[in-house]
């Protein structure tokens, strides 16, 4: 039997680390607080890295970009082609103001990776592209090669994979390190790994999902991930099977249990993805949630040793499906 891992939180990163180590001969253990934990749970599942690409982040850049060049070994070696829903990206303005702010994203994007697949587009040539969009917008971008996976079905994916690997899964809310087993403990619990590794700071991030189901009289959904400004304000829509995920706000959370999805947000999210693609208005709302994702301070995700025993790995905020292969690769260094 080889060296033990105990891992806390089964969001996605902490299954992606966990099979990760278990690939590499280690005998796993996760520790899992539940859904209500997940932030992954509640998510678009865009593997964003030019999209997601933002001035002053160029570091995060750089380990998105990373990442990204992972993902196919990483859904290889989960063996489930479905979980993949979108293979590339429309960023979209609705007015010259919103497009001026798209156009300064990919300017600091192609500065800092040159082989960014970011070709221009016209409105008329968006609208040739995703027959759904809206008239009359400004133009925007098609993002080759940046698409999204379904984050439920990912996760889904990841526990299968990790049973077949011979892992254990333990219900547990793990309140002190000390109780843990294992000759290494992995903390991948999010907002409440502070708790446990003392030193570590994360604030919440909340943010409202909005889930839409295709009925028999609504035309199909788009194939691509919509990035959108509309307006001033941020949208985006990603594929699923039966109809699209519309997401989201993004507000500092009051505090870990703040979980309970606002008016306001929800009300906003409705108003502009039904002015971006009006089709959309004939789906059923199926599912209103909010989730809260855990961000470092600087941004950047927090990967490290912190005794000759602990490792963490968290603080990913928005980029947290994005960051798993880069994740599960840095921890496994860390372990070896």
């Not at 982040?57 to 979108?86: H, K, N, Q, Y």
């Not at 221009?120 to 995703?130: C, K």
């Not at 829509?237 to 979980?259: F, I, L």
Request: proline share 6%; with cysteine; hydrophobic share 45%.
């Amino acid at each position: 039997m080889g060296p033990t891992l105990s891992v806390v939180g089964a969001g996605a990163i902490g299954l992606s680390c966990a099979l990760a180590a278990a690939d590499r001969g280690w005998a796993v253990t996760i520790l899992d607080a539940g859904t209500d934990r997940r932030a992954a749970h509640v998510a678009g599942g865009m593997l964003g890295c030019f999209g997601e690409g933002r001035p002053g982040e160029g570091d995060l850049l750089d380990v998105s970009v990373t990442s990204a060049a992972r993902w196919p070994a990483f859904l290889e070696r989960l063996g489930r082609p479905d979980v993949r829903t979108a293979d590339d990206t429309l960023l979209v303005g609705a007015s010259s103001t919103d497009l001026a702010e798209i156009d300064d994203q990919v300017s600091f994007v192609r500065a800092r990776s040159a082989d960014a697949a970011i070709a221009p587009r016209s409105g008329p040539a968006l609208r040739s592209s995703e027959p759904m969009l809206a008239r009359g917008c400004a133009g925007g971008y098609l993002v080759s090669g940046e698409g999204a996976v379904d984050n439920r079905r990912l996760l889904a994916a990841l526990r299968s994979a990790l049973v077949g690997a011979g892992a254990a899964f333990v219900d547990a809310d793990v309140e002190d390190l000390d109780d843990v087993p294992g000759d290494r403990v992995l903390v991948a619990a999010g907002l409440h790994t502070p708790r446990l590794v003392p030193g570590v700071e994360v604030r919440g991030e909340k943010g409202e999902i909005l889930r839409l189901r295709r009925t028999r009289w609504s035309v199909a959904p788009p194939s691509r991930v919509i990035r959108a400004r509309w307006h001033g304000r941020p949208v985006y829509v990603v594929p699923r099977e039966d109809g699209v995920v519309v997401g989201a706000t993004q507000y500092e959370a009051v505090g870990s249990d703040d979980r309970a999805p606002q008016a306001g947000g929800v009300a906003d999210l409705l108003a502009d993805v039904g002015e971006l693609l009006p089709g959309l208005r004939t789906y059923e709302l199926s599912e209103v949630s909010a989730g809260i994702r855990p961000s470092s301070v600087d941004g950047l995700p927090m990967v490290r040793r912190v005794d000759d025993r602990v490792l963490v790995a968290t603080g990913h905020g928005r980029n947290g499906i994005a960051l798993s292969p880069w994740t599960a690769d840095r921890v496994v260094e860390l372990l070896a």
